[in-house]
């Protein structure tokens, strides 16, 4: 298996525009997750689904911030208009939830800067 | 909060000594991770234990767990130039993220 993937791996941006990243999990798994990593806050989860459903968006920051999967292989998050705030690198992580919460497997990582 | 808080938040230490690093949570749990992420990758799952396990081994690692105290370790002995890296741990209950602790190992 390839592992989680996302793409694009870096990307830059202008103040305003819109940004979609985009993230295939592994194959099987029924759970995926988006986190935001930065230096000043660190890692924090976006959202996540579980069965293509989201479960739990309460770390989306605002409605700028969109999240999609619309089926059980490709899922998007989308920024719209993008801030200079909004530089961070992006990960997906993708698990086979059972009753709990077991092993994230995670990408390799959007670096996302907004000039 | 549901998120593992580590401590400490950095830790330097010469090659070969051991590395400990905590984890403290704050409601109950079925099982508590741990996480290792390199410059610039994503997290690398290391271990879980579960809540009815008091320690647990897996090559130059060992974790404990002491539900009663809410607290993990995480230790790695004799540790290389390569275990350089920020550790993460999470519960079961929303898999999120403290700060991690920075290791970094001096050759």
């Known amino acids: 298996d390839a592992g989680v993937i996302q793409s694009p791996r870096h990307e830059v941006t202008e103040m305003g525009q819109e940004v979609t990243l985009r993230c295939k999990p592994i194959s099987g798994h029924n759970s995926l997750f988006w986190y935001r990593q930065t230096m000043m806050r660190g890692l924090e989860l976006l959202i996540y689904?579980?069965?293509?459903?989201?479960?739990?968006d309460s770390g989306m920051p605002e409605d700028r911030f969109s999240a999609k999967m619309p089926n059980a292989s490709f899922s998007t998050l989308k920024i719209q208009p993008s801030e200079p705030r909004d530089s961070a690198v992006y990960f997906c992580a993708s698990s086979a939830q059972g009753r709990r919460w077991t092993e994230q497997f995670f990408g390799p990582g959007t670096r996302l800067t907004v000039l | 909060s549901q998120q593992g808080e580590e401590d400490p938040q950095a830790l330097s230490i010469q090659e070969g000594e051991n590395a400990t690093m905590n984890c403290s949570y704050k409601t109950s749990i079925n099982n508590l991770q741990w996480y290792r992420q390199n410059s610039g990758r994503g997290l690398v799952h290391l271990i879980l234990?579960?809540?009815?396990?008091r320690e647990k081994h897996s090559g130059r690692l060992r974790v404990t767990l002491d539900t009663s105290k809410k607290s993990s370790s995480l230790l790695i002995t004799a540790s290389r130039a390569a275990d350089t890296a920020s550790y993460f741990c999470?519960?079961?209950?929303?898999?999120?993220f403290g700060a991690g602790t920075r290791l970094t190992v001096k050759p």
């Open positions: 689904f579980n069965n293509n459903v989201p479960i739990d």
């Open positions: 234990i579960r809540s009815n396990e």
């Open positions: 999470a519960t079961d209950l929303g898999m999120r």
